[in-house]
């Protein structure tokens, strides 16, 4: 995908034209500036997208797309790929979501780790997912994307070790891993769940309980990453070794 991506709520089998208006048609007609001719794709976010062409603006918040060249669903990519994501500081939070969906992860599950500094209670951490996935959304349309990651509700320790149960591959990013993730042996379908601790590190505690659930602890590289980038580093390892970045 090189033309740019705008999101609709909804894509009709068989439209010749679409009116792209409200907040997505303000950014494409007075932000971005398209102008007739130009290639534009319109996707739900979920895998479904078309290509067509801008036909004309109105005002400065519609933009008439005709062309369409048919509603096309984009498979879900094999192995799916999960990041389990500590609650890095501040804006670092934005930071680690944006980076992981340029790559490519396929879904994000926020988690309050009992070494993270930042917890979320209330309305602060409804407030703080809604930033979440909006940033996912953004994202996911700056890298071209029409499939965007799922940003899943906070997790507690006790969920996100039945979700490591139910995954074919299950990793921990932690200092006391024997073997580097490189050399992981990782299944070519089905669900690969990637945990990374916050910066205070995984506890013991943790680690055990994620253990028995069958993860594993692996190591990254030589340095220490930061919680905000050691995902996108995993992941895009995961993503060359796994085919899905051939």
Do not use: N
């Given at each position: 995908?090189?033309?740019?991506?705008?999101?609709?709520?909804?894509?009709?089998?068989?439209?010749?034209?679409?009116?792209?208006?409200?907040?997505?048609?303000?950014?494409?007609?007075?932000v971005?500036?398209?102008?007739?001719?130009?290639?534009?794709?319109?996707?739900?976010?979920?895998?479904?997208?078309?290509?067509?062409?801008?036909?004309?603006?109105?005002?400065?918040?519609?933009?008439?797309?005709?062309?369409?060249?048919g509603?096309?669903?984009?498979?879900?990519?094999?192995?799916r790929?999960?990041?389990?994501?500590a609650?890095?500081?501040?804006?670092?939070?934005?930071?680690?979501?944006?980076?992981m969906?340029?790559v490519?992860?396929?879904?994000?599950?926020?988690?309050?780790?009992?070494?993270?500094?930042?917890?979320?209670?209330?309305?602060?951490?409804?407030?703080?997912l809604?930033?979440?996935?909006a940033?996912?959304?953004?994202?996911?349309?700056?890298?071209?994307?029409?499939?965007?990651?799922?940003?899943?509700?906070?997790?507690?320790?006790?969920?996100?070790?039945?979700?490591?149960?139910?995954?074919?591959?299950?990793?921990?990013?932690?200092?006391?891993?024997?073997q580097?993730?490189?050399?992981?042996?990782?299944?070519?379908?089905?669900?690969?769940?990637?945990?990374?601790?916050?910066?205070?590190?995984?506890?013991?505690?943790e680690?055990?309980?994620?253990?028995?659930?069958?993860?594993?602890?692996y190591?990254?590289?030589?340095?220490?990453?930061?919680?905000?980038?050691?995902?996108?580093?995993?992941?895009?390892?995961?993503l060359?070794?796994?085919?899905?970045?051939?």
């Amino acid at each position: 995908m090189t033309a740019p991506v705008f999101v609709v709520d909804e894509l009709t089998a068989g439209a010749s034209e679409f009116v792209l208006d409200g907040p997505e048609g303000r950014h494409a007609v007075s932000v971005k500036r398209l102008r007739p001719g130009e290639d534009v794709v319109l996707t739900d976010g979920r895998g479904r997208w078309a290509a067509g062409v801008v036909e004309a603006t109105e005002g400065k918040d519609r933009l008439i797309v005709g062309g369409l060249d048919g509603v096309h669903e984009e498979p879900a990519p094999a192995p799916r790929i999960t990041v389990v994501q500590a609650l890095p500081k501040g804006d670092r939070q934005e930071l680690a979501v944006e980076t992981m969906t340029e790559v490519g992860v396929d879904a994000i599950v926020p988690w309050s780790a009992s070494r993270c500094i930042t917890q979320w209670k209330g309305e602060r951490g409804l407030k703080a997912l809604g930033k979440w996935r909006a940033t996912a959304r953004e994202a996911g349309k700056q890298s071209r994307r029409v499939r965007f990651p799922e940003v899943a509700d906070a997790a507690t320790t006790q969920q996100v070790a039945a979700l490591l149960a139910e995954a074919d591959f299950a990793a921990v990013l932690h200092e006391t891993g024997e073997q580097p993730l490189a050399t992981a042996d990782l299944p070519a379908e089905g669900e690969i769940v990637l945990v990374v601790g916050p910066e205070g590190g995984v506890s013991p505690e943790e680690l055990e309980l994620f253990a028995e659930a069958g993860a594993k602890p692996y190591v990254l590289g030589p340095t220490v990453l930061r919680t905000s980038t050691a995902g996108v580093a995993a992941a895009a390892l995961l993503l060359g070794r796994t085919g899905r970045w051939g």
